[in-house]
């Protein structure tokens, strides 16, 4: 009497391709791709085992180490290209507490401007690689039987890493398109506006144009209320009113205005505390 194709599936000498070709005769296609899914999630598993042993063995350092770091990064560059024309790493980033600081105008740039999401992915891979050799490989946080493959635990450190490597990208960008906006050659001496002494009417006017191209560059709004409400002379009392901020909140975005980077506190120092006054002297209030 012959066996039921359920016995012979049974059988301890049907090896993992032979089942699959049972189920696929027999259950349908449908069982057969699980079938094939599950092989590979225990392939993977395998693979990642003995790699895992292999890196230890290095001290996750030296060659072995160096081209899988290479392996991760080819891994990654393509999720991090397709997240980013999406928008979908805000979303996961604010889901792992680790939300970015953005506008929309920087999401346009990084989905036209090829060179600048280069720049930002391998600033995000360089730290997602340090992120998972202390956390994940050298912190013990990744182990064989986690669940996660090293890959997938890679992305999760690609995650924690896009929000500093964003705010350097950003930072950066804004810095060179004010410049931009206000006409500054980067070659040039930065402080090429010292020559405004605010003695003369045409510097006077100078200083007022280059007040206003400043203010109109500021890609923050409230930066911007906050810059024109120092001009026309209102305390920061009043300002904390008009913005909605607390007293300290103004106080802190003052100071980071003031002691920014490049030109930005010199725009500050040379010409926001004094370029808009009044013929008397006296600041123009609304």
Not at 54 to 77: H, K, N, T
Not at 128 to 137: C, D, I, N, P, S
């Amino acid at each position: 009497m012959g066996r039921s194709p359920s016995r012979a599936r049974a059988s301890p000498t049907t090896s993992p391709a032979g089942l699959l070709q049972d189920l696929e005769s027999e259950e349908g296609a449908s069982v057969a791709v699980v079938g094939r899914d599950v092989l590979d999630r225990l392939a993977v598993r395998v693979h990642d085992r003995e790699l895992h042993a292999e890196l230890v063995a290095c001290g996750f350092s030296g060659p072995r180490y160096e081209i899988f770091c290479g392996e991760l990064v080819a891994y990654g560059r393509p999720v991090l290209l397709h997240w980013l024309f999406t928008g979908e790493i805000y979303r996961l980033c604010a889901a792992k507490r680790r939300a970015v600081t953005s506008n929309e105008r920087e999401r346009r740039i990084l989905r036209g401007r090829g060179e600048e999401r280069e720049t930002l992915i391998n600033h995000t891979l360089a730290k997602g690689l340090v992120f998972f050799r202390e956390r994940a490989l050298v912190g013990g946080q990744w182990t064989p039987d986690g669940g996660a493959s090293l890959k997938t635990f890679f992305i999760g450190a690609l995650l924690l890493g896009f929000k500093d490597a964003y705010a350097s990208w950003a930072a950066q960008h804004r810095k060179e398109s004010l410049d931009l906006a206000l006409g500054l050659d980067p070659e040039l001496d930065r402080w090429a506006v010292d020559g405004l002494d605010h003695e003369g009417p045409e510097d006077a006017v100078a200083g007022h144009d280059f007040v206003t191209r400043y203010v109109g560059a500021l890609a923050d709004a409230i930066d911007r209320t906050i810059v024109e409400s120092v001009v026309q002379g209102y305390t920061h009392a009043e300002i904390a009113t008009r913005t909605n901020l607390s007293p300290e909140a103004v106080n802190s975005r003052i100071h980071r205005l003031r002691h920014g980077s490049g030109i930005v506190g010199a725009v500050w120092d040379r010409f926001v505390q004094t370029a808009w006054s009044g013929p008397s002297g006296a600041p123009e209030r609304p």
